[in-house]
């Protein structure tokens, strides 16, 4: 990996994490969303929203991980991308998957079902997605969907 890579997922992460354990709390808690069917918001804040974000952050995080010390180890030629893709829209099923996980075993409110579903979601995306389209390594660089726009405006 590049140093401009590895800076950009370390950037990438650090933006990620104050997003989504900073900045979407803060929505909450200033009832940007509405949700009316908890007394206490605060609380299911600090236990069960936090718990889901949590969760999806540290699975995002481990498949960047993964995904980029395999592409790095990797000695994958031309012929061998087409697997590697599959790996990465496996490593992409396992988060999207997560978000649910995290919500079923983590009490939402009916209020909140939506709007839990699409802050997860945009940390999959902004964690897992953007991650790997601008850190992935070597051949693997143009692999994650989007990446050779993002590249682009990166300057690769």
């Known amino acids: 990996m590049k140093s401009g890579e590895i800076t950009r997922l370390i950037i990438c992460v650090i933006i990620g994490a104050l997003i ?11 009832r940007i969303v509405r949700i009316t069917d908890i007394p206490d918001l605060k609380e299911w804040i600090g236990s069960y929203y936090m718990n889901q974000a949590t969760i999806v952050f540290a699975i995002s995080l481990i498949s960047v991980i993964i995904w980029s010390i395999s592409a790095i180890r990797s000695k994958a030629n031309g012929s061998e991308l087409k697997t590697w893709q599959g790996i990465w829209y496996g ?14 075993l983590n009490k939402v409110s009916d209020d909140a079902l939506l ?6 979601l945009f940390d999959v995306i902004w964690i897992f ?7 992935s390594p070597n051949l693997f ?13 990166f300057g690769d």
């Open 91 to 104: 490593l992409l099923f396992v988060n999207v998957l997560t978000i649910f996980i995290a919500i079923y």
């Open 129 to 135: 997605w953007l991650g790997t389209a601008l850190s």
């Open 141 to 153: 660089m143009y692999l994650p969907p989007g990446s050779g726009t993002i590249r682009r405006v």
């Open 115 to 120: 709007s839990s579903i699409f802050f997860l």
């Open 20 to 30: 989504i354990f900073l900045g979407q709390p803060k929505i909450y808690d200033l």
